[in-house]
């Protein structure tokens, strides 16, 4: 009797163990599915917010390389994302590659992206971005940056603030990337000189733009020599080419009024 209960009980859990592990595959299979409907969309309430797309997903429209009115070739749509794709190089950075900025200038905004990195990569999210590429050659000569990396790759990430999430060489934040080739959720908040930066959901920077403090903090950091750098209060969002294959998407932008 015991081991006709025993061997009962071995089929129940059996059973049930199966009936769980469908369960889970079909609730994995329903959430890519619906984040594979969500991906570069706003939600009606999003609308109703204020937001915009900066990328569709299936058009490089509102985007151009810095200085220029077109964008390079290594810029392609693939997999719901716009992607630097990097097989040669030119310098340190993309062949037909280079860094990319949106069409508009933003002043106090809220921006939402996804972004994922090669293994050994290097890019940047850069912001406030002054287009005069007569005397400033790259964006990052007026724009601070949201460091984008693979921490465990690039020899970048031994030097405190150029870590993933940095303000790239001004302040150090607390590490909540995810490994090379995985999905990370970036935010920058900057309002009237409250400047925010999210990484996976988490705070991982916050600091006061354009005070003696922000200054001095330039002042000591290699931005330096550029005069015009973190000093502009409207200017336009930036994607870097540094050379890695690197991938955005959902990619979204709210302005604070």
Do not use: C
Request: hydrophobic share 35%; aromatic share 10%.
């Amino acid at each position: 009797m015991k081991k006709i209960v025993l061997v009962a009980s071995i089929l129940f859990l059996s059973m049930a163990f199966k009936k769980e592990k469908t369960e889970t595959v079909v609730a994995q299979n329903q959430n890519v599915q619906n984040d594979s409907l969500a991906l570069n969309t706003l939600s009606d309430a999003e609308k109703a917010e204020g937001w915009e797309l900066l990328f569709d997903g299936k058009t490089i429209e509102g985007w151009h390389k810095y200085g220029t009115d077109s964008i390079g070739k290594a810029w392609v749509i693939n997999d719901n994302s716009l992607h630097l794709e990097v097989s040669d190089k030119e310098d340190w950075q993309a062949a037909n590659g280079g860094d990319i900025i949106s069409a508009k200038e933003y002043a106090n905004f809220h921006l939402k992206l996804d972004w994922k990195i090669s293994k050994d990569g290097n890019s940047g999210v850069i912001f406030y971005i002054h287009e005069d590429a007569n005397q400033y050659k790259f964006p990052w000569m007026t724009g601070p940056e949201m460091q984008v990396l693979d921490n465990e790759g690039h020899p970048d990430s031994k030097i405190i603030k150029h870590r993933a999430g940095d303000l790239y060489d001004l302040i150090t934040s607390k590490e909540t990337v995810k490994p090379a080739e995985e999905w990370n959720h970036a935010e920058i908040i900057s309002n009237k000189g409250n400047l925010q930066f999210f990484l996976n959901g988490e705070k991982v920077v916050e600091t006061t733009m354009w005070d003696d403090a922000w200054k001095k903090m330039i002042a000591g950091s290699k931005f330096h020599e550029f005069p015009g750098f973190g000093t502009y209060k409207t200017g336009k969002i930036g994607l870097q080419d540094h050379g890695n294959n690197v991938w955005f998407r959902n990619i979204k932008i709210k302005e604070i009024k």
